[in-house]
Structure formats: C-alpha cells, structure tokens
C-alpha cells in the first residue's frame, strides 16, 4: 500500500483487445475491478478504456462522490451514459445531472465539467469523423 508522498501507480491489468469486429463485456465485473486497483482506493476514480477504433473510443469510468473532472473539452461528441449513481455537469449554458440510466450527448467543443455526486459509474463514449 502505498504512503502519502508515494505516487500511486496503475495497477497492472491483463490485457484485452480494444478493437474487433465483435467485443462484449460484463460492466459490472469490469466496474468491481476498477473500483478494487489502487487509483480507485487512493484519489476515488478509475478508468478503463474498453474499446478503442481510429474514429470511436469507449471508457469505463468510476468516481466516487464528490471527485470531479475538472473543466474540458474534446474534438469529439461525447455521451455519458451513467449506470450508477448520479453526476452533476457544468455545461456553458448551466448545470445538468444525469442519474443512473441516463444518456446525455453534447456535441464537439463543448467546455464541462463532470463532478460525482454520489459513488458514480458510467460509460464516456467519443466519436469523431475522420
């Protein structure tokens, strides 16, 4: 276990294909083991990219309330589909939560921020034309 002035370093993980004509994963299973690594246990979020295409990228993200992704923005449309819990963003024209079973789809270039109000899990989705 790592202490306080010690960086906390990912976990390594088994690797697994991030692209293909078909892939299939269990997010619950995968969720648990998110939350187990030491990220997760040390600052209270984890990610996992779980499929990555030249044009689209998927990413398991967990966080646990009250720990926030500051202020950005990407090239790309976005969607969070939360699957657990609930998110608070700071969109340019104000502020949307989206709950458990949610989807929120903003467009390319849009400046937000993403806090966890509660221990939160969702699926980042990130799309783009070539």
């Known amino acids: 276990m790592p202490n306080e002035t010690s ?3 990912r ?9 293909g004509t078909s892939l299939s994963f269990d997010l619950a299973a995968e969720a648990e083991k998110l939350r187990r690594e030491p990220n997760w246990q040390a600052h209270g979020h984890n990610a996992k990219t779980l499929v990555k295409h030249p044009d689209f990228r998927v990413v ?3 966080l646990r309330a009250g720990a926030r992704m500051s202020e950005h923005k990407t090239d790309h449309c976005v969607t969070i589909h939360a699957l657990e819990g609930q ?12 709950s458990g079973g949610s989807l929120l789809a903003l467009e390319q270039t849009v400046l937000h921020d993403i806090e966890a109000i ?5 699926v980042l989705s990130l799309g783009w034309s070539s």
């Not at 976990?11 to 692209?19: E, K, V, Y």
């Open 87 to 98: 998110l608070r963003l700071q969109l340019p024209d104000g502020t949307v939560d989206v």
């Open 60 to 62: 398991l993200i967990a």
């Open 7 to 9: 960086p906390v370093t």
């Open 11 to 19: 976990a390594a993980r088994a690797p697994h294909p991030l692209n």
């Open 118 to 122: 509660t221990d939160s899990l969702f």
